[in-house]
Antibody, heavy 117, light 107 residues
Framework: EVQLVESGGGLVQPGRSLKLSCAAS????????MAWVRQAPKKGLEWVAT????????YYPDSVKGRFTISRDNAKSSLYLQMNSLKSEDTATYYC??????????WGQGTLVTVSS | DIQMTQSPASLSASLGETVSIECLAS??????LAWYQQKPGKSPQLLIY???SLQDGVPSRFSGSGSGTQYSLKINSLESEDAATYFC?????????FGGGTKLELK
């Protein structure tokens, strides 16, 4: 059974940093592109970042480019999102999702990030 | 960036009815369109990918169609468990973009 379990969310002040993690199991992690998708409270979905199987290629929307960094450790079947210079508009539930093939066929349960002073 | 305009924003229907939700892309997305269902407090679940391919385990009352810039999700014979918010996603080119969502309420 495919499982994605996010962790690392919490309350953080504007301008500070936070690192999210996603532990994957139930599939060969190194074979899949992985992504982060977020959802602000009571709002829609926004794709945040994607990383290739080896980690050599990464993709971001302009809203987070230069502030967020996606990475992975295939040996640990883990995905990460380093978030720097956080803003109030980054407040959201962050989901880890498996990307290759059918897009976002599997999602984690999400971890809430609240950016507030 | 490709903009996805989803309509309607909300929808109320009765059990057993058939409903359709539309997504209009700002440019041709070559059938690279997926549909998701999200229930309150839960993660989104993939229903349809590549415009019309049904994800494993999804009931056959869900179907997708469309091409070019216009796509739709149809739900036949509505059941109570279909009350949810539905989103479309274009995965044709980065940045991948979602529609604004359609909240489906059952009367």
């Amino acid at each position: 059974e495919v499982q994605l379990v996010e962790s690392g969310g919490g309350l953080v002040q504007p301008g500070r940093s936070l690192k999210l993690s996603c532990a994957a199991s139930g599939f060969t992690f190194s074979n899949y592109y992985m992504a982060w998708v977020r959802q602000a409270p009571k709002k829609g979905l926004e794709w945040v970042a994607t990383i290739s199987t080896s980690g050599s290629r990464t993709y971001y929307p302009d809203s987070v480019k230069g502030r967020f960094t996606i990475s992975r450790d295939n040996a640990k079947s883990s995905l990460y999102l380093q978030m720097n210079s956080l803003k109030s508009e980054d407040t959201a539930t962050y989901y880890c999702a498996r990307q290759l093939g059918a897009p976002f066929a599997y999602w984690g349960q999400g971890t809430l990030v609240t950016v507030s002073s | 960036d490709i903009q996805m305009t989803q309509s309607p924003a909300s929808l109320s229907a009765s059990l057993g009815e058939t409903v359709s939700i539309e997504c209009l892309a700002s440019e041709d997305i070559y059938n690279n369109l997926a549909w998701y269902q999200q229930k309150p407090g839960k993660s989104p679940q993939l229903l349809i990918y590549y415009a019309s391919s049904l994800q494993d385990g999804v009931p056959s009352r869900f179907s997708g169609s469309g091409s070019g810039t216009q796509y739709s999700l149809k739900i036949n014979s509505l059941e109570s468990e279909d009350a949810a918010t539905y989103f479309c996603l274009q995965d044709s080119e980065y940045p991948w973009t979602f529609g604004g969502g359609t909240k489906l309420e059952l009367k």
